[in-house]
């Protein structure tokens, strides 16, 4: 259930294998989706044998993000011109096999885990959910305003997952200062490494705003929690000599880790989660 | 200056009984003070937010479907009263409700307003009641309004922390340094008992918190 929050921690010059290991497999991690059009929306002369499109998505993406995708599929293969014509695919909006509507603003992996789980405690445990797609009824039309958030487009998005990268920020270093200072174009490129699905082009970035992990602590043991140096040391240490004195950048340096807990069915639970427990390991 | 979520407790209910206590005494706090109450998730009682349910007037010409007929008479009454002590177009605005709802954010530590309405879009929400006029910077989109000077929207749209539902909501970033000078000033000893107001007098500069039938 970890969105991209919950990723690690990055530098630009010293990355440890096992950090862009850990980082390539959360960002490869992808889900079955079965899409099939409402049956009762079809346009008339739409291709009925065909309606259903399966795709495997990245968990970091979003389901407007695949709109376009479906769209063109749609239009080639289902729909006849008159009904292409007409199609909005700003009102279109999702829901499962039973009936759960889903928040367009959640990462697809984050709506998988949740509605496996959830259906998985409702039915024997003896049935296997993993393997089989989870199906999902595309609307083509009145998206019920009430229950999910509005206009559903690639824009909207965007604006959903930047705010949520500067709470992180926020939550991480107690300011946005980090994702404020970066170029209009590398706020840009974070965004279009998830649209792209593009690991290159999000990390080249992402490692700007996360803590490093580059191992200091076999010299120096982590600050405590309490110490006072954490955000007004000056920035003069080079990150790569590591000579004991810790980063300030650092992921021991973190105010607070960004961690939500989605429990299904129920409330989204957030709180302070300092990064050491209480004995600084 | 920040709350934990137990402060905010604290300081919500504080809120809850100046009204009780001392009913005419502040004019102004009796404005915004009016109709809420203390809610908390059914499963996790600590999850508490105080909720209220307002009539707003918005002018939503042909916009919307509802109108002010599809509300009972005596709120009607009511409405007609202050429209005409307070709008020159009584005639082009309507009646909905407006859901109102101060939520703790447990990543900026201090309370936030969510809001909803009959599935409101931005357009809509700015020209209704809830808005002090010229309080909302001009660039609207359809689903956020931009703060230039700050790196969140200012009014975005987001699903209640508690309930899940979508509102729309204030982001509280730059809220916590002006509470933090109104309680300077206004030197308390107990600063909780006080927050809460200091956090509505804030926030009055763009919301009107006033009630149709509280403001007599």
Request: aromatic share 10%; charged share 20%.
């Amino acid at each position: 259930m970890a969105t991209y929050s919950a990723r690690p921690s990055p530098s630009a010059f010293s990355t440890p294998a096992s950090t862009t290991l850990f980082r390539r497999l959360t960002w490869e991690g992808t889900v079955p989706l079965e899409i099939r059009v409402d049956s009762k929306e079809l346009p008339a002369n739409s291709d009925r044998g065909l309606e259903c499109y399966y795709i495997q998505a990245p968990r970091v993406s979003y389901l407007p993000l695949l709109v376009p995708e479906l769209k063109r599929f749609l239009m080639d293969v289902v729909f006849d011109e008159a009904a292409a014509r007409v199609i909005k695919e700003e009102d279109w909006w999702f829901e499962s096999e039973d009936g759960t509507l889903l928040k367009w603003h959640w990462p697809i992996g984050l709506i998988y885990d949740n509605h496996t789980i959830l259906s998985s405690a409702r039915t024997a445990p003896s049935s296997s959910h993993s393997m089989i797609p989870l199906r999902l009824i595309l609307h083509l039309a009145s998206p019920p305003t009430d229950k999910l958030l509005l206009s559903p487009s690639t824009e909207a998005c965007k604006q959903a997952f930047m705010g949520q990268m500067k709470e992180a920020d926020f939550i991480r270093w107690g300011n946005t200062k980090r994702m404020t200072g970066l170029r209009k174009a590398e706020q840009d490129g974070l965004w279009e490494g998830i649209k792209e699905h593009s690991f290159d082009e999000y990390w080249r970035v992402a490692a700007k705003i996360t803590p490093t992990t580059t191992p200091t602590r076999s010299t120096s043991p982590p600050p405590a929690p309490s110490s006072t140096s954490l955000h007004s040391r000056p920035p003069s240490v080079d990150p790569n000599t590591g000579g004991g004195v810790p980063d300030r950048d650092g992921a021991y340096n973190v105010r607070s880790v960004p961690v939500r807990i989605y429990l299904p069915d129920g409330p989204i639970l957030q709180d302070l989660v300092p990064p050491t427990l209480d004995d600084g390991k | 200056m920040t709350l934990t979520r137990l402060q905010f407790y604290t300081a919500c209910k504080a809120f809850l009984d100046t009204g009780d206590f001392n009913p005419a005494s502040d004019a102004l706090f009796k404005r915004y003070s009016e109709g809420w109450s203390w809610k908390e998730h059914d499963l996790f009682p600590e999850l508490g937010y105080l909720s209220r349910s307002v009539l707003l007037l918005g002018n939503l010409r042909d916009s919307r479907g509802y109108s002010a007929s599809d509300y009972p008479a005596e709120l009607l009454l009511e409405v007609e009263i202050q429209e005409d002590n307070a709008s020159a177009e009584q005639s082009s605005e309507e009646v909905l409700t407006c859901k109102q709802y101060v939520v703790y954010s447990p990543t900026f530590q201090i309370p936030a307003l969510y809001f909803n309405g009959v599935a409101l879009t931005l357009a809509e929400i700015v020209r209704t009641s809830l808005f002090h006029s010229q309080a909302l910077p001009t660039t609207v989109t359809n689903y956020a309004i931009d703060a230039p000077e700050s790196s969140f929207a200012m009014l975005s749209q987001g699903d209640h922390p508690i309930l899940g539902i979508p509102c729309w909501y204030l982001h509280p970033c730059h809220t916590a340094e002006m509470v933090e000078e109104i309680m300077k000033e206004a030197e308390c000893d107990d600063p909780e008992q006080r927050w809460l107001k200091a956090w509505f007098t804030v926030l009055g500069n763009v919301v009107d918190f006033r009630t149709f039938s509280g403001d007599a």
